[in-house]
Structures are given as structure tokens and as C-alpha cells.
């Protein structure tokens, strides 16, 4: 296979990247790792027909997170071939693939295959638990062979229709919680909350000043902070957490892949 390999993914918890970066293996060639999680490094992009494109993201409320979707409309293909993968907290993906798909084809690219895995869920470790699984992990790279395969067999400017699941017009979003990370006692001041913030909500000088406007709540500074003093605790976060947990927890979801 004579294409770049480019993984373009956000992933504010690392399930998304994790999945990308198994399916990459399994396409087994050179990649390139775009990691757009920070802001910094959401640059306008642009690819051309010897590069294929796996573009990978986390579903908010069965949708493509909206900040994602603006960003997406500044990275451009030309007729260049890509996948789309979404990764979801064993809730449900609902219509983010299909806007996964359509977005990226509205901007030049070709969708050749397409996955939707399960990551641990953003706000419990009871839901997805260490997902994505080695199963799962296996699951990717065996779809990157297969996309391998896909590929060897494509001619140039060929049509590849590809149909996934979901529906258009796509499930309304949900308002977002009016909550905000809480840096408790522990807090140590190491600032790796506010270095890996991918908003950047939270302030540099005062850790516990942070922009409820900014915030998405996608839970990596509670993630990552190496003394667990960060949480999101709010009353509506936490019916939601209750009702994840009671219908969610004691089913496996699997990876559903388009091919
Ligand atoms: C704001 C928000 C909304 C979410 N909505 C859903 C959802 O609709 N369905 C679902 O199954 N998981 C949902 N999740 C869970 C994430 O999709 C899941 O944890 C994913 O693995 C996170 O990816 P990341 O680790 O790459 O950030 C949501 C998480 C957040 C933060």
C-alpha cells in the first residue's frame, strides 16, 4: 500500500486514541499521528489522494462534539481516501458516525470503511470499564488489515459507497450541564490539568479559577490528575452517572465495523 498513513484524532480521555492508534497498526504502513486534543494543535489542514486519513473522535450525546465538527470544516481532502471512527461510552453512538461520515465527505474525502468502539465512559470507570479491551484493541488492527485489503483492490477516482448506521437529521444535541471541575484539597500545583486542558478552561495562574463557558466536560483533567483531586460533581452529572450505571454497566457493547 503506497498511501501516508494520518491518524487525526481527539481524544480527551486517550480511548479514541488508543483505537486509531490500533487500526493504524493494522494498516501496517508508515503513520502520521495528528493529535488534535489541544488547541494548539488544531491547524487547518489538508491532504491529498496519496494519503489516507483516519479521523477518529468521542461521541457527546450520540453526536460529533460541536467544536469537532467546526474544526473539521478546516481540514481539507482532495478526493483523499479516509476512515471515520467513533469511540462511545457503551451507552450508544447514535447518528455521530453518520456525521462523522458526512462532514468528512462534505470537505473532499472519500470514506472507504468505518468502526464505532467502546471506550471506558467519561464520566465513570463503572461503564466501559478499561475499554478499549485488548478484544477491542485486537477488533482494530484486524480492521486495519482488512482495510489493507480494501485498498490494495481501489482504483484511483473510483466510487466506494459505504452505508452506516444512523439517522439524518441527526438527534438533537443536549444542552450542556452547567457544571465545572472542582480542584479539591490534594491539588499538588503541578498544573497538568490546565497543560492538557483541551479548551484551555482552565487558568494557568489560579488552577481553581476555571471557564464554565470553555468547559466541555470531558473529564481529562479529572483523568489525568495524579492525586485525584479533580471531579465533577454536580446533580444532574450525577442522575446521569446513576442511570449510565443501571443501564449500562452489565451489558457489553461491541465494535460495529463498516467495511
Ligand atoms: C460530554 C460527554 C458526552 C458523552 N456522550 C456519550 C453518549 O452519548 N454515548 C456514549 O455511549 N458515551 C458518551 N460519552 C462517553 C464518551 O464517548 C466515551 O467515554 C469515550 O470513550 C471518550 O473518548 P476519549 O477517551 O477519546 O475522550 C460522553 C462523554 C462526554 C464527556
Not at 148 to 155: H, S
Not at 172 to 196: F, Q, Y
Not at 215 to 222: A, G, H, P
Request: charged share 25%; glycine share 10%; aromatic share 6%.
Amino acid at each position: 500500500m503506497d498511501k501516508l498513513v494520518n491518524l487525526l484524532y481527539f481524544s480527551a480521555t486517550g480511548t479514541t486514541a488508543r483505537v486509531v492508534q490500533a487500526i493504524g497498526e493494522g494498516l501496517g504502513s508508515t503513520v502520521r499521528e495528528c493529535d488534535i486534543s489541544h488547541p494548539y494543535s488544531r491547524q487547518d489542514l489538508s491532504f491529498g489522494r496519496q494519503d489516507l486519513v483516519v479521523a477518529g473522535v468521542p461521541v457527546y450525546g450520540g453526536r460529533v462534539p460541536d467544536f469537532l465538527v467546526d474544526y473539521l470544516a478546516r481540514v481539507k481532502g482532495d478526493q483523499t481516501l479516509a476512515v471515520c471512527v467513533v469511540v462511545y461510552g457503551n451507552r450508544d453512538y447514535d447518528d455521530a458516525l453518520l456525521e462523522l461520515k458526512d462532514t468528512m465527505e462534505g470537505n473532499g474525502f472519500l470514506v472507504i470503511g468505518a468502526g464505532a468502539f467502546i471506550g471506558e465512559h467519561s464520566y465513570t470507570r463503572l461503564v466501559g470499564t478499561g475499554r478499549p479491551d485488548r478484544q477491542d484493541l485486537e477488533q482494530g488492527r484486524q480492521f486495519g488489515r482488512r482495510l489493507r485489503q480494501k485498498l490494495a483492490a481501489i482504483n484511483p477516482g473510483q466510487e466506494v459507497p459505504l452505508a452506516v448506521k444512523g439517522d439524518f437529521p441527526y438527534k438533537e444535541r443536549t444542552p450542556k450541564i452547567p457544571a465545572i471541575p472542582v480542584i479539591g484539597a490534594d491539588c499538588l500545583e503541578c498544573g497538568m490539568c490546565a497543560e492538557s486542558c483541551p479548551m484551555q478552561a482552565i487558568n494557568w495562574k489560579n488552577f481553581h479559577d476555571i471557564s464554565e463557558g470553555k468547559c466541555i466536560l470531558c473529564c481529562r483533567c479529572v483523568k489525568i490528575c495524579p492525586v485525584q483531586a479533580v471531579s465533577v460533581d454536580h446533580e444532574k452529572l450525577d442522575r446521569i452517572r446513576q442511570t449510565l450505571i443501571a443501564q449500562c454497566s452489565q451489558v457489553r457493547r461491541e465494535p460495529e465495523l463498516f467495511i
